[in-house]
């Protein structure tokens, strides 16, 4: 393991390096990075502050859940505020900054909020400053706005364009993992204009970032083949890098489409972004699901991850998120999680499992982790990087565990906001203890683990 870089595995080209820069020092990723992993990979955990308090805060999930890694991309008028790292393909001469620091991410002085917190409560801005009036704009609101301000804005035009398009199809799928690609192949082997929307760059869903098998085959084989017999139908209209954001009245449906964001500039006649109107007479949804964080004093560590994004750093992007692992999980995911991460060589020492006697299923703890079956993580300990846990053991007494890394797993939540957009009404599911989608617009159906099938 070079750095945090695994010696084998992941879906990266090592013999594509790319140079970028962060914070204007110089970093190497590999083609298939994003920038959090590359970041990641060359040991740099402290990627952000947070918003009033300026705590220190890394990387914390995977992809769209991200609240911690916003950073600001390129420079001059192409410069774009609050992105997050997990959705930035990392290309040639990239340039990022962090963001809400003052006067550096790793030396910010507005950290001595956390010393003054209990004075500056929610709202103490409105009842602070009263007097003088005059002052307000000359000097309180420009302080509190740089205090707890995020990314600044290009004051220059924009330089790119940007296009509206228009589809209409029999079958809308929102998602590519292994629910959606069997939705998207069904269809458009029975003749079907089909338009399959995926927010990554790549197809597969979770099969890309966890150890599969789908379909007698390895999870990623069967999304390359997929994906390849999808973009030889004729009928098949495969959009990457598109979020579809909003579901509206006659199956219509407001997609955005980042054409060349993963690129120094668009090309010749390219706009960056496509705004898409898609129009479909039935609609799957199978967006997945999202994991649930786990509450304790300290969780906001860096060090402390979602076991989701741990992994898929381990498994996609051959990263080690931390040279010594924790897992603390109330589900069976947690115990996949650090099967997987042991599996791509990342050092799991210790299995903590609140449940107690709870029947787990059989994925074994890996070689030379502890394993603590009900016991709870109380607190997590460290300033810029985590240094160790408090652990509360079945009898009550407290136990530090070393570790400088912490993937937790609260269970999972289904993507469902697609289908309350029309005023579906979200039912509570005591067996899995998430939301469901409630009744369903016409022509609209959920699939996978956005139905809550995990």
Known sequence: MSGYRLASGGLVDRAAPLAFRFDGRPYTGLAGDTLASALTASGVRLLG????????????????????????????????????????????????????????????????????????????YYKTFKWPSALWERLYEPMIRRAAGLGRVAEAPDPDCYETATAHCDVLVVGAGPAGL???????????????????????????HERHVADGADGVAFARSATAELAALPEVRLLTRTVVFGAYDGGAYGALERVSDHLPAPPPGQPRQRLWTIVARQTVVAAGSTERPVVFSGNDTPGVMLASAMRGLAV??????????????????GWAAAADMAAAGVRVTT?????????????????????????LVREAHGGRSLERLDVILPNGAVERVACDGLAVCGGHQPAIALTAHLGGRPTFSEDISAFLPGPLPPGMRVAGAAAGTF
Not at 51 to 71: I, Q, S, T
Not at 187 to 197: E, F, K, S, Y
Not at 351 to 375: E, F, N, Q, S
């Open 49 to 124: 502050r947070s918003f009033k308090y300026h705590r220190p805060r890394g990387l914390f999930a995977a992809g769209a859940d991200e609240p911690n890694a916003l950073v600001e991309l390129r420079t001059g008028a192409r410069r774009e505020p609050n992105t997050r790292a997990t959705d930035v393909e990392v290309f040639e001469g990239l340039k990022a900054a962090s963001q809400n620091r003052w006067p550096s991410l790793g030396f910010d002085l507005s950290s001595v909020n956390q010393l003054i917190s209990p004075l500056i409560v929610a709202g103490f």
């Open 182 to 208: 069997a939705a998207a192949l069904a269809a458009g082997r029975a003749g079907a204009r089909v338009v399959l929307a995926e927010r990554d760059a790549m197809p597969g869903g979770r099969l890309l």
């Open 316 to 333: 996609r992007h051959a990263v080690a998120a931390a040279r010594s692992v924790a897992v603390f999980t109330a589900c069976d995911d």
């Open 351 to 375: 299995v903590i499992d609140a449940r107690g006697d709870t029947p787990i299923r059989p994925d074994p703890a890996p070689a030379g982790a502890r394993v603590l079956k009900g016991a």
